[in-house]
C-alpha cells in the first residue's frame, strides 16, 4: 500500500505576508481577480488589506461577499455565476474555512462544468481538472482550508452538510499572515483554535494514519495546547503561532481523514447553525473516551504533546484519562460549552442527527467502527 501527501504549490508564512499575493497573481499571469469574502470581513478592514494590496499593483479585481458562516448550495451557484458574468480567472479567498470552502467549490465548477449540480461534488467526485487558480489567505486560526483537499457545504433544503475531497481543489498558494487574524474575538479564537486541535487530534488516530502523518499531528498538537490559551487572550505571539499549528494540522488530516467528532457536528451546525468549531470542541472528550480502546498507545503521546508530566510512569489507563482531561481542560479555560444542549440540541432530533453523522463522509476514518446506536448514545451521553 501506497501513502499520498498534498499540500500547495507555495506557502507563505509570518507577518506581512499578504504582500505576496499581487506578486503570485502576475507570475502565474493571471489577470482579473475575484476577491471571494464575506461582508463582516470587509466591514472590520480585514479583506481590505488584501484588497489594498491588489489596488496597488494594478490587478483587475471584483468581490463576491455573499458567503455565510456555513456557505450553502445557493452561495456556490451565486459565486459561479458572478466569476462567469465578470470574466475573472483567479480566485483570492480571505476569510476562514466558511470563505475558502466556497471558493474551492465554486472553481472546481467553473473548471469542471459537467459538477454544477453542487450536490455531485459530495464525497470523492470523479472531477477531471484543477480548480480554476485560487490562493488562500487565511483569516483564522483553526480550519486549514488553505492547505486541504476538503471542503464542506451545507444543504439547507435537506438540513445537512456534506464534504467533498478532491485533490484538484487545493488552493495553489496559501498566505498565513497572523496579522490576519489579529482582530479576531475571543469567541471565534476559541472555536477555530479547537478545531484545529480536533483536527490534530482526529487526524492522529484515524484509520488512514502513518508514520510521516503521525509526526505532522503531534507537532500540531503541542503548537496548539501550548499557544492556544494566549492566542484567546490577544496575545500576538499567540496568534502567530495558532497561525501556523493549524496549518500545520491542515497538512496532516488532509491526507489522512477524520474520524466521528467531525462527523457528529456537521450535523449540528447544519440543523442549528452552529459554528463548527464549538460544535467539534464540545463533542471531543466525549468521542475521545468512545475511541480510546482502539488507539493503542497514542493517547500517551497525545498527552505528552498536550504538556502532562509524567505519562511514561503512568499506566495506559491513566494516561487516557489524561489526554481526555487535558482536551477538556483546555476546552473549558478558553470558553467552549460542555454540552451540546449549551449550542441548542435537542432529544428529539437525535435519530436525525444520528442517520445524518452515520452518513457523513468522515465516519470511515474512526479508529472505532460505530454503530447508528453508538452514535445516538453519544448525542444523549453529551445532552
Same mark, same amino acid.
Given at each position: 500500500?501506497?501513502? &499520498?501527501?498534498?499540500? +500547495?504549490?507555495? %506557502?507563505?508564512?509570518?507577518?506581512?505576508?499578504?504582500?505576496?499575493?499581487?506578486?503570485?497573481?502576475?507570475?502565474?499571469?493571471?489577470?482579473?481577480?475575484?476577491?471571494?469574502?464575506?461582508?463582516?470581513?470587509?466591514?472590520?478592514?480585514?479583506?481590505?488589506?488584501?484588497?489594498?494590496?491588489?489596488?496597488?499593483?494594478?490587478?483587475?479585481?471584483?468581490?463576491?461577499?455573499?458567503?455565510?458562516?456555513?456557505?450553502?448550495?445557493?452561495?456556490?451557484?451565486?459565486?459561479?455565476?458572478?466569476?462567469?458574468?465578470?470574466? #475573472?480567472?483567479? $480566485?483570492?479567498?480571505?476569510?476562514?474555512?466558511?470563505? /475558502?470552502? #466556497? %471558493?474551492?467549490?465554486?472553481?472546481?465548477?467553473?473548471?469542471?462544468?459537467?459538477?454544477?449540480?453542487?450536490?455531485?461534488?459530495?464525497?470523492?467526485?470523479?472531477?477531471?481538472?484543477?480548480?480554476?487558480?485560487?490562493?488562500?489567505?487565511?483569516? =483564522?486560526?483553526? =480550519? @486549514?482550508?488553505?492547505? =486541504?483537499?476538503?471542503?464542506?457545504?451545507?444543504?439547507?433544503?435537506?438540513?445537512?452538510?456534506?464534504?467533498?475531497?478532491?485533490?484538484?481543489?487545493?488552493?495553489?498558494?496559501? /498566505?498565513?499572515?497572523?496579522?490576519?487574524?489579529?482582530?479576531?474575538?475571543?469567541?471565534?479564537?476559541?472555536? #477555530?483554535?479547537?478545531?484545529?486541535?480536533?483536527?490534530?487530534?482526529?487526524?492522529? /488516530?484515524?484509520?488512514?494514519?502513518?508514520?510521516? =502523518?503521525?509526526?505532522?499531528?503531534?507537532?500540531?498538537?503541542?503548537?496548539?495546547? &501550548?499557544? $492556544?490559551?494566549?492566542?484567546?487572550?490577544?496575545?500576538?505571539?499567540?496568534?502567530?503561532?495558532?497561525?501556523?499549528?493549524?496549518?500545520?494540522?491542515?497538512?496532516?488530516?488532509?491526507?489522512?481523514?477524520?474520524?466521528?467528532?467531525?462527523?457528529?457536528?456537521?450535523? $449540528?451546525?447544519?440543523?442549528?447553525?452552529?459554528?463548527?468549531?464549538?460544535?467539534?470542541?464540545?463533542?471531543?472528550?466525549?468521542?475521545?473516551?468512545? +475511541?480510546?480502546?482502539?488507539?493503542?498507545?497514542?493517547?500517551?503521546?497525545?498527552? &505528552?504533546?498536550?504538556?502532562?508530566?509524567?505519562?511514561?510512569?503512568?499506566?495506559?489507563?491513566?494516561? &487516557?484519562?489524561? @489526554?481526555?482531561?487535558?482536551?477538556?481542560?483546555?476546552?473549558?479555560?478558553?470558553?467552549?460549552?460542555?454540552?451540546?444542549?449549551?449550542?441548542?440540541?435537542?432529544?428529539?432530533?437525535?435519530?436525525?442527527?444520528?442517520?445524518? %453523522?452515520?452518513?457523513?463522509?468522515?465516519?470511515?476514518?474512526?479508529?472505532?467502527?460505530?454503530?447508528?446506536?453508538?452514535?445516538?448514545? $453519544?448525542?444523549?451521553?453529551?445532552?
Amino acid at each position: 500500500m501506497s501513502n &499520498r501527501i498534498m499540500l +500547495n504549490e507555495t %506557502a507563505y508564512f509570518g507577518p506581512g505576508a499578504i504582500q505576496n499575493v499581487a506578486s503570485e497573481v502576475k507570475a502565474r499571469g493571471l489577470g482579473k481577480v475575484m476577491l471571494v469574502t464575506d461582508k463582516d470581513l470587509l466591514k472590520f478592514n480585514v479583506a481590505t488589506k488584501v484588497e489594498a494590496v491588489l489596488k496597488e499593483a494594478g490587478i483587475a479585481y471584483e468581490i463576491y461577499d455573499d458567503i455565510k458562516a456555513n456557505p450553502t448550495i445557493q452561495n456556490v451557484q451565486d459565486g459561479v455565476e458572478k466569476c462567469k458574468q465578470s470574466g #475573472t480567472d483567479c $480566485l483570492v479567498a480571505v476569510g476562514g474555512g466558511s470563505v /475558502i470552502d #466556497t %471558493a474551492k467549490a465554486i472553481g472546481i465548477i467553473l473548471t469542471n462544468p459537467e459538477f454544477a449540480d453542487v450536490r455531485s461534488l459530495e464525497g470523492v467526485a470523479d472531477t477531471k481538472q484543477k480548480c480554476m487558480p485560487i490562493i488562500a489567505v487565511s483569516t =483564522t486560526c483553526g =480550519t @486549514a482550508a488553505e492547505v =486541504t483537499i476538503n471542503y464542506v457545504i451545507t444543504d439547507e433544503e435537506k438540513h445537512r452538510k456534506f464534504v467533498c475531497v478532491d485533490p484538484h481543489d487545493i488552493p495553489v498558494v496559501a /498566505i498565513v499572515d497572523p496579522e490576519m487574524s489579529s482582530s479576531m474575538p475571543k469567541g471565534l479564537t476559541a472555536a #477555530t483554535g479547537m478545531d484545529a486541535l480536533t483536527h490534530a487530534i482526529e487526524g492522529y /488516530i484515524t484509520k488512514g494514519a502513518w508514520e510521516m =502523518t503521525d509526526f505532522i499531528h503531534l507537532k500540531a498538537i503541542e503548537i496548539i495546547s &501550548r499557544s $492556544l490559551r494566549a492566542s484567546v487572550n490577544g496575545d500576538p505571539k499567540g496568534r502567530e503561532d495558532m497561525a501556523l499549528g493549524q496549518y500545520v494540522a491542515g497538512m496532516g488530516f488532509s491526507n489522512v481523514g477524520l474520524g466521528i467528532v467531525h462527523s457528529m457536528a456537521h450535523p $449540528l451546525s447544519a440543523l442549528y447553525d452552529t459554528p463548527h468549531g464549538v460544535a467539534c470542541a464540545t463533542i471531543l472528550p466525549t468521542v475521545l473516551e468512545y +475511541n480510546a480502546e482502539a488507539t493503542g498507545e497514542k493517547y500517551r503521546e497525545i498527552a &505528552r504533546a498536550m504538556g502532562v508530566p509524567g505519562v511514561d510512569a503512568m499506566s495506559q489507563d491513566e494516561y &487516557r484519562k489524561a @489526554a481526555v482531561e487535558a482536551v477538556r481542560k483546555l476546552s473549558a479555560d478558553v470558553g467552549i460549552p460542555a454540552k451540546v444542549s449549551e449550542v441548542g440540541m435537542k432529544t428529539e432530533d437525535i435519530p436525525f442527527l444520528a442517520e445524518s %453523522a452515520m452518513a457523513d463522509a468522515c465516519t470511515g476514518g474512526n479508529p472505532k467502527d460505530p454503530t447508528l446506536e453508538d452514535v445516538a448514545a $453519544l448525542y444523549r451521553s453529551m445532552m
